[in-house]
């Protein structure tokens, strides 16, 4: 045989071994058999270079080591899911879908959730292309040699696959293997981790892959993106994916009705402590895809989904001590310090007590027993006091009437349930939040700077706003704690490569009380350069699309500053973006303003987002469901009926791509 035909034939054979071992739990040969035909392969291709293929088993031990992951922007964006608690919740959700689809039979497919790390796995020609960690959703990591070090993922599909497809899935760490992990890491002296799905996700992450091949990890897939995959139902793509070769959980329920739905989560609410991996709930999705496609998204979630959450687990402890932490805005948030407690698989120490209603609703007091809890959010919460167990002695709690900080009298706006330190320029969290919100990775990314490096770098007096960071020099920065010449440099140069972000997240960056990355973008795209946005009046404001009274008076009030005006002709001075760049100034146009679209269907000439993109930059809003409101429906193939019928019985106008594209 052809060396190239027997190196072939090697490949196959072992993806077959593998596919039949990790994936479907039914070894044909034994490890030891494996390992020598792995090894035998091997060793043809390190004898033969010129046969080497990135979709090879032998790929797998890793070996291939990352120093900086590159962040990469998801073709569709990867979404959060809607919570839902109670029969009640899902009944309401049930009556959402039936006012938008009308009256058809709707199914639902329950899966389970599966607690780990979210991934993207993109899929070309049936081989592994890339994969890429959730990150926030718009983009990500590319983790791809990684990933394939984990054998249930195929690097190259069976059976007949569309060309190209993304595949969503969660990387988890089976109980097993996670409980092994940690023996082995006791029997060093090493710290044992805390709970297997961190793990997971700090696993990605791992500069060597090899280090990522040895730890036990597993993918279990439920979601395909893509156009023209041919499949029409949630419980089809689930089916279509096993025949691929990817790891799909049998367990999994079509339900013709939410009381299905809800015996589903009962007996998996139980029986969930059987399996072998974590998991926090059900996700039901709504089976049909065009029914999906009619129902859309929200700004977090798809409204065809939704997860029902498991019962969080509950433990008390007691509640030592409330201290109170400053934001960069100023806010206050009170803090119960508690005595640590296993929770869920993780040590709990702090939990956050929000405002002093809360802890007046609760009638919380330091040295109370208190219930906490621990949901999918990473904070755990209390829920109530034991208030058998209070002690003789205890007083009310007394919530604090200066700064912690920087002692100022506290304020509170009515309609607030927070309470701010006003002392904005004097007060340090406050200094160094807003440095740290200026370098963070949606505002001005700027890397080789922590929220540790700001500060020290406030405690040296070096910086006192963000403006100061321009003038940093490697000089000054080498001699704090834990600086090399390495890093000061790579922080100055950081800093440095900072001016080219563009004017919209200069906008966001400048920390501005309300005005969050979308309304930051709105605003410069109003306004265009700064220069024009500092003299804006309230009453100007509130005319820009989507700016409210309380985001104007705050906009207002940032540039009245005289601090802050000088911080901002500084920033220029340095070069940051202050203007909207002449490529989105050309590509812009007021064609559409004041109008309002809804988008549904399949496009031919362009892609459902680009078209959405090019209603913005007109100057045009996209709604996400027919109303009063809406001036057009822009109709593509396959739209729903009940989105046409709706559109047509309040009278707005239905045009298709080419009306649209011809306004434009
Ligand atoms: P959340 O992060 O709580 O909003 O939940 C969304 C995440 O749930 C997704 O990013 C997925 O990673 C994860 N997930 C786990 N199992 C499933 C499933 N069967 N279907 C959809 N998402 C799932
Ligand atoms: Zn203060």
Redesign the pocket.
């Known amino acids: 045989m052809k060396i190239e035909q027997q190196i072939a034939s090697l490949r196959t054979e072992l993806r077959e071994h593998n596919h039949n071992y990790y994936v479907l739990d039914t070894p044909t040969i034994s490890d030891y058999d494996f390992d020598m035909k792995l090894k035998e392969l091997q060793q043809l291709e390190a004898a033969h270079p010129e046969f080497h293929d990135p979709s090879s088993p032998s790929l797998r031990v890793g070996g291939m080591v990352t120093k900086n992951f590159e962040t990469v922007t998801h073709e569709q964006r ?1 979404y ?2 809607d ?1 839902s608690y109670s029969k009640e919740d899902l009944e309401d959700w049930e009556k959402r879908i039936q006012r938008v689809l009308g009256d058809v039979p709707i199914q639902f497919t329950c ?4 607690d780990g790390a ?1 991934i993207s796995l993109t899929y070309e020609n049936g081989r592994l292309a890339r994969a890429v960690t ?1 990150g926030d959703g718009f983009q990500g990591d590319l983790v791809t040699t990684n990933i394939k070090t984990i054998n249930s993922i195929p690097l190259q599909l069976k059976g007949n696959y569309p060309p190209k497809f993304d595949i969503r899935g ?1 990387i988890v760490l089976p109980f097993a293997g996670f409980h092994k992990m940690n023996e082995e890491r006791i029997a060093n002296g090493e710290e044992p981790y805390m709970n297997p799905r961190n793990t997971a996700s700090g696993s990605l992450k791992l500069q060597d892959s090899a280090a990522v091949a040895k730890r036990p990890l597993d993918c279990l897939l ?2 395909i993106v893509g156009e023209n995959t041919g499949i029409s139902t949630q419980w089809q793509m689930l089916e279509k994916a096993r025949t691929w070769g990817f790891k799909v959980p049998s367990i999994a329920k079509l339900c013709q009705t939410v009381d299905e739905v809800l015996e589903f989560v009962d007996y998996w609410n139980v029986h969930r402590h059987d399996l072998p991996y974590e998991t926090d709930g059900v ?1 039901i999705k709504v089976n049909n895809l065009q029914h999906q496609d009619e129902l859309g998204y929200t700004s977090k ?1 798809p409204r065809w ?1 939704m ?1 029902y959450k498991f019962k969080a687990e509950q433990v008390s402890t007691v509640l030592n001590e409330i201290t109170y932490q400053v934001g960069r805005t100023g806010a206050i948030t009170p803090v119960a310090n508690l005595e640590p407690v296993l929770l869920a698989g993780t040590t709990v120490k702090r939990a956050s007590l929000h405002n002093a209603d809360q802890i007046a609703k609760l009638d919380i007091r330091e040295n109370d027993t208190v219930f906490v809890e621990k949901g ?1 959010e990473i904070i755990p919460k209390i829920i109530k006091v034991d208030f058998d167990e209070r002690p003789q002695n205890s007083v009310p709690t007394k919530y604090i009437e200066n700064c912690p900080e920087c002692h100022t009298p506290l304020t509170r706006t009515e309609g607030d349930a927070k309470h701010y330190c006003t002392n904005y320029y004097g007060c340090p969290p406050q200094i160094t939040g807003r440095i740290q919100h200026y370098i963070s990775r949606k505002a001005m990314d700027i890397e080789g700077m922590g929220s540790e490096t700001i500060e020290l770098l406030f405690k040296e007096g070096l910086v006192t706003n963000y403006a100061d960071l321009y003038t940093l020099t490697k000089e000054e920065v080498m001699p704090l704690e834990r600086m090399a010449e390495k890093s000061a440099e790579n922080l100055v140069n950081g800093v440095a490569a900072s001016v080219k972000i563009p004017f919209e997240r200069v906008m966001f960056a400048l920390g501005i009380r309300f005005v969050g990355e979308t309304v930051a973008k709105k605003l410069a795209k109003a306004y265009k350069n700064i220069d024009a946005m500092m003299v804006a009046t309230e009453e100007e404001l509130v005319a820009v699309d989507e700016i409210g009274e309380r985001i104007a008076k705050s906009v207002v009030e940032f540039f009245q500053n005289e601090d802050n005006r000088a911080i901002v002709s500084r920033l220029k001075s340095y070069g940051v973006q202050f203007e909207l760049s002449a490529e989105k100034l050309e590509n812009q146009t007021e064609k559409l303003k004041g109008q309002t679209f809804v988008v549904s269907g399949v496009f031919e000439k362009v892609s459902r987002n680009e078209l959405k993109k090019m209603i913005e930059d007109n100057g045009g809003r996209v709604g996400s469901s027919v109303s009063s409101k809406t001036s057009f429906l822009v109709a593509g193939n396959n739209m729903g009926p009940s989105k046409r019928a709706k559109a047509e019985n309040l009278n707005v106008a239905i045009i298709s791509e080419d009306d649209f594209l011809a306004m434009v």
């Open positions: 990867m959060s899911l919570n899966e389970l959730k599966y979210s959730r969660e439920y979601g996700v979630s989904a997860a999918g």
